[in-house]
């Protein structure tokens, strides 16, 4: 089976919207979305920005998505050293988490001086058994590191969602820290990410990415690929 990871387009974080520019990023998703065929399913988080960026290419397809409150951007939350109130569990400083060995371990990592501060730990497992229960909808049930196959599915699924949420499944599906995730790639907004089942032998599944982060809509209408999310200046060349 195939998975499809949307992220929302250029954010309002404040009004939990999009900006103009978001708009158009999402018309621009929707010309590549429509030549999609035969997506079995649209799935999308409740957050406004998410709904707002799947509606132009429902529209365009003339299907609806189900909503699904875990993929809601991730909620948990962390205190940091010599800073007031809750934080993000990503974007800490380079040289205050690579100092964590735990941070590098995909077990280990919910036990971390800093993840233990909050209640990340428990929305990694919330988001983990959440995602396993939608696979088993489509005959694949975890075991262990990777998945048994009780019913091949050729089926593609889409998922509207955040970045922060992506990175903790991929995590999950891949078998790596979600922190290593977030704090070494980025995902633009309205990026297109896949993941797809590879079944080498018959009854097993293990996930493997073969798209990342893919803006290529957003180059061929002209439009500039979104800061939002980064630190250094984006290469636009591309």
């Not at 399913?41 to 609806?64: C, D, H, I, N, W």
Request: charged share 25%.
């Amino acid at each position: 089976m195939r998975i499809i990871f949307i992220r929302h387009g250029d954010p309002d974080y404040e009004h939990d919207s999009l900006t103009e520019k978001g708009c158009r990023e999402a018309v621009l998703l929707a010309n590549r979305v429509a030549k999609w065929k035969d997506i079995d399913a649209f799935y999308v988080s409740p957050m406004g920005r998410a709904q707002a960026t799947a509606k132009p290419s429902l529209e365009r397809l003339g299907r609806e998505a189900t909503t699904l409150n875990w993929m809601r951007e991730v909620a948990g939350r962390v205190r940091l050293p010599n800073q007031s109130g809750p934080h993000i569990p990503w974007d800490f400083m380079p040289d205050y988490w690579t100092k964590m060995p735990e941070i590098y371990d995909r077990e280990n990592w919910v036990n971390s001086e800093v993840i233990r501060t909050g209640d990340t730990a428990r929305e990694w497992e919330y988001i983990k058994s959440s995602l396993d229960w939608l696979l088993r909808d489509y005959g694949y049930r975890r075991e262990g590191n990777l998945y048994k196959v009780e019913e091949h599915s050729d089926k593609t699924i889409v998922l509207f969602c955040h970045m922060g949420v992506t990175l903790f499944m991929l995590g999950h599906l891949l078998n790596i820290s979600p922190m290593l995730l977030m704090h070494g790639f980025d995902i633009p907004p309205t990026g297109v990410t896949i993941a797809a089942s590879e079944e080498v032998v018959p009854g097993t599944a293990y996930f493997r990415c073969h798209m990342f982060g893919d803006t290529r809509h957003l180059y061929e209408g002209g439009e500039p690929v979104s800061q939002s999310g980064y630190f250094a200046p984006l290469f636009q060349e591309v």
